[in-house]
């Protein structure tokens, strides 16, 4: 963009010097008696020489003009220097120009960025192989940017896929080896959060690990293995959903019956003492007095007995 605007600037100068020589050129001829002869063509030299001075400077200048986008950090790093090539740096935002001789811009994102890398392999617990495909988000710490461009002297996306990879795929690698192969798949979750602990502790200076998932995969010969022993964790957890159940049953039944069998005590006792208090009011003329409200005034027809008299009824 430098060199283009140097262009532009060289080609309104030689335009501006070209028109200025030809009205001196007409103000000469009109003075010498109009001839030809006075015209020098000597003169256009001038806007040419410029045009093409500028042609040439547009296209050896070593100024460059770039803008640091929105959500990155900017790094303007002197390459002239003793440290590892980077005598300093500055952090930049916006418009920044550069020389390309001694300078160079690299940009950074501070926002999130997510990563998925490729298949890798792993030893868990035991020397078993186990395959992983890492993804996870992770961010830079702002004001350390530099410190790892001086360690490093690596684009984001180069640091990406060398020395992050190696960071994330040891990690993974080293609490793998802690852990037996069953155990991962069935604490899958606290298994990725040891991961992300161990990353954090390795890459803090100058990352923040996220959201990490290995998608681990165990051996083909440990498949079927695993399966079953989760299934059999699984029958055992629900026979033992089934014990508490039928426990849980017999506690309701055996409290039902205590509630019939106090309800019919209950009962009984009521029972026995409205039977005490009817055997209390049973007094012999009380009997005598039942007996008469039932009669209904007519005799026995026939009366059989140890008695001396029989009474029959004639009628």
């Known amino acids: 963009m430098i060199g283009l605007s140097i262009f532009i600037l060289g080609l309104v100068s030689a335009a501006i010097v070209s028109i200025s020589t030809k009205s001196d050129m007409i103000k000469v001829t009109q003075t010498r008696s109009g001839t030809e002869e006075d015209f020098n063509p000597k003169w256009l030299i001038t806007p040419i020489s410029i045009l093409l001075l500028s042609i040439l400077v547009s296209i050896i200048q070593p100024y460059k003009l770039e803008r640091v986008d929105a959500g990155h950090i900017g790094i303007k790093v002197n390459l002239v220097g003793n440290e590892r090539g980077v005598s300093d740096y500055t952090y930049k935002t916006g418009w920044v120009v550069y020389n390309t001789w001694t300078e160079n811009l690299f940009e950074f994102p501070t926002y999130q960025q997510h990563i998925d890398y490729g298949a890798q392999s792993v030893i868990t617990k035991g020397g078993f192989n186990a395959t992983i495909k890492p993804s996870f988000n992770y961010s830079l710490v702002p004001n350390a940017v530099g410190d790892m461009f001086v360690n490093l002297r690596l684009s984001i ?56 998932r290995t998608n681990i995969t165990p051996p083909e010969e440990l498949q079927k293995s695993i399966i079953d022993k989760t299934q059999a964790i699984q029958e055992v957890q629900v026979a033992e959903n089934q014990k508490k159940v039928a426990e849980a049953e017999a506690d309701r039944k055996i409290a039902v019956a205590k509630g019939d069998s106090a309800q019919l005590v209950i009962g009984a006792k009521a029972e026995a003492e409205a039977f005490k208090i009817k055997q209390q009011q049973l007094t012999p003329l009380y009997v005598e007095y039942l007996k008469i409200q039932k009669w209904d005034g007519s005799l026995p027809s026939t009366v059989l007995g140890n008695s001396n008299g029989v009474m029959v009824n004639m009628k």
């Open 157 to 212: 996306k180069e640091v990406e896929q060398g020395w992050l990879m190696t960071a994330i795929v040891g990690s993974v690698n080293d609490v793998a080896n802690k852990w037996n192969v069953d155990s991962i798949f069935n604490n899958r979750e606290q298994f990725e959060a040891a991961i992300i602990q161990e990353c954090n502790k390795r890459v803090s200076k100058w990352f923040v690990i996220s959201q990490l």
